[in-house]
């Protein structure tokens, strides 16, 4: 039906004339509510987004002198959060002068991410940010 005809037919209802697929040839439309159908959509929108599972970023903090039993029981932690789905972030703070020591609180957040390799992937490798040392690390992408 031609465009003319169809906007007549439109406004004998009182609705809308809108597009519904401009690469057809002819291109398609339909005679309907717009404001209905934007509400419409607006609540299917929202709906779509209450379902979907936000990751969070939990976090493990250490010290310079945590022994390696505690590392143990950081390491299990981090891994319950990772199977969760949940990213990890590793921080390491430095006390007073243990700040010249950076390479060896490297070294330790390495040997962390060793321990949680089968389970996790380096997303930030251990970086400086004032007094602490941050590590990203993200569920293994199976």
């Known amino acids: 039906m031609g465009t ?3 906007l007549a037919l439109a406004k004998e209802k009182d609705l809308d004339l809108a597009e519904v697929s401009p690469q057809a040839q002819p291109p398609v439309c339909k005679i309907m509510d717009f404001g209905k159908y934007k509400y419409h959509q607006k609540k299917v929108d ?3 987004r209450k379902m979907q599972k936000k990751t969070e970023i939990k976090g493990v903090r250490m010290g ?3 022994g ?3 590392m143990a029981v950081k390491a299990r932690q981090a891994k319950k959060f990772l199977e969760a789905g949940n990213g990890v972030k590793v921080s390491l703070i430095f006390r007073g002068r ?3 020591y950076k390479d060896l609180a490297i070294t330790k957040m390495m040997k962390f991410y060793e321990d949680m390799k089968e389970f996790s992937d380096l997303e930030t490798p251990p970086k400086g940010q ?3 040392l941050l590590m990203i690390l993200t569920p293994k992408k199976s």
Do not use: L, Q, Y
């Open 46 to 48: 929202t709906k779509h």
């Open 64 to 66: 310079f002198k945590t």
């Open 68 to 70: 390696e039993h505690d």
């Open 4 to 6: 003319e005809k169809a």
């Open 130 to 132: 004032g007094n602490t």
């Open 98 to 100: 243990e700040v010249i």
